[in-house]
């Protein structure tokens, strides 16, 4: 069955990086798109970046991140990372990688993946 796990999250000061790793198995990594979603307390989850299979020629962010946060995959060693630069405390959530059901899908929302990791928490201090 198809597994994700994330790590590298952590408690950082406003302004610091973090890097996020997702390792996935159960499946051919390279013939998905790939994407990354957050949810803080009491709120929904949202779109963080999804990056296209194969190569990841292509990449869309959600525009809170965009300019800071860089999502990128390394097909031999199954692995997706997002490396987030400049975070601020509004950042902070659990972070989760995601991946659809069809290797045909690209999407910016959570209805559009149908396998999730567990999550890893990130929390930026001010």
């Known amino acids: 069955q198809v597994q994700l796990v994330e790590s590298g999250g952590g408690l950082v000061q406003d302004g610091d990086s973090l890097r996020l790793s997702c390792v996935a198995s159960?499946?051919?990594?390279?013939?998905?798109?790939m994407g990354w979603f957050r949810q803080a307390p009491g709120k929904e989850r949202e779109f963080v970046a999804v990056i296209s299979r194969r190569g990841g020629n292509t990449s869309s962010y959600a525009d809170s991140v965009k300019g800071r946060f860089a999502i990128s995959r390394d097909n031999a060693e199954n692995t997706l990372y997002l490396q987030m630069n400049s975070l601020k405390p509004e950042d902070t959530a659990v972070y989760y990688c995601?991946?659809?059901?069809?290797?045909?899908?690209?999407?910016?929302?959570?209805?559009?993946?149908?396998?999730w990791g567990q999550g890893t928490q990130v929390t930026v201090s001010s």
């Open positions: 995601a991946v659809p059901g069809s290797t045909m899908r690209f999407s910016s929302t959570p209805d559009g993946y149908d396998y």
């Open positions: 159960g499946l051919t990594f390279g013939n998905y798109a």
